[in-house]
T-cell receptor, first 117, second 111 residues
Framework: GAVVSQHPSRVICKSGTSVKIECRSLDFQATTMFWYRQFPKQSLMLMATSNEGSKATYEQGVEKDKFLINHASLTLSTLTVTSAHPEDSSFYIC?????????????FGSGTRLTVV | GENVEQHPSTLSVQEGDSAVIKCTYSDSASNYFPWYKQELGKRPQLIIDIRSNVGEKKDQRIAVTLNKTAKHFSLHITETQPEDSAVYFCAAQVRNTPLVFGKGTRLSVIA
């Protein structure tokens, strides 16, 4: 149980275009989804926290107009990288809290490797 | 906010030897400390975790120790095998807040 499906796994896009990444919780309702970014050989850095039905909370230094997060339902959260640039190339991973693992317990999506050319 | 430091950044051990990775955290309110293993291009996988009311936890070849007073916790892998080679991340969490990750340790087990 507690599977988060993330798509696409890899995407290459041209500078200036937008890319949408989806994370779906398959067997549970994810009221909260965390979005992380991981540059090569670096750690996972939290970008934002999305809550179903409300605006996402962005970490300091993360442009909310560039990284649009939508959590329109209890099973779907999306991250849209708008007007992508080469420096946005990274590994993006979502993570959701598992509701039946009291207080703690997170499951991760499989990640999306974004390359902007 | 919470800050997690992790050492070493790289670690090479001979197969069969033990590996130890250490992390410190800054927020005394943190009460959950998971360790993740991440292989190249894949999602982090939880390998063991510990809560603040426990000092040590063991699962076969893997163990984690926690010293709340000193605010540090460690991952111990015994009898290392080549398939243990990966990047390991520690994390700390205050209840109901996001995980804060360390910078990772690249473990290489040499056959």
């Amino acid at each position: 149980g507690a599977v988060v499906s993330q798509h696409p796994s890899r995407v290459i896009c041209k500078s200036g275009t937008s890319v949408k990444i989806e994370c779906r919780s398959l067997d549970f309702q994810a009221t909260t989804m965390f979005w992380y970014r991981q540059f090569p050989k670096q750690s996972l850095m939290l970008m934002a926290t999305s809550n179903e039905g409300s605006k996402a909370t962005y970490e300091q230094g993360v442009e909310k107009d560039k990284f649009l997060i939508n959590h329109a339902s209890l099973t779907l959260s999306t991250l849209t990288v708008t007007s992508a640039h080469p420096e946005d190339s990274s590994f993006y991973i979502c993570s959701a809290r598992v509701p039946w693992q009291r207080d703690y317990g997170y499951t991760f999506g499989s990640g999306t490797r974004l390359t902007v050319v | 906010g919470e800050n997690v430091e992790q050492h070493p950044s790289t670690l090479s051990v001979q197969e069969g030897d033990s590996a130890v990775i250490k992390c410190t955290y800054s927020d005394s309110a943190s009460n959950y400390f998971p360790w993740y293993k991440q292989e190249l291009g894949k999602r982090p996988q939880l390998i063991i975790d510990i809560r603040s009311n426990v000092g040590e936890k063991k699962d076969q070849r893997i163990a984690v120790t926690l010293n709340k007073t000193a605010k540090h916790f460690s991952l111990h892998i015994t009898e290392t095998q080549p398939e243990d080679s990966a990047v390991y991340f520690c994390a700390a969490q205050v209840r109901n807040t996001p995980l804060v990750f360390g910078k990772g340790t690249r473990l290489s087990v040499i056959a």
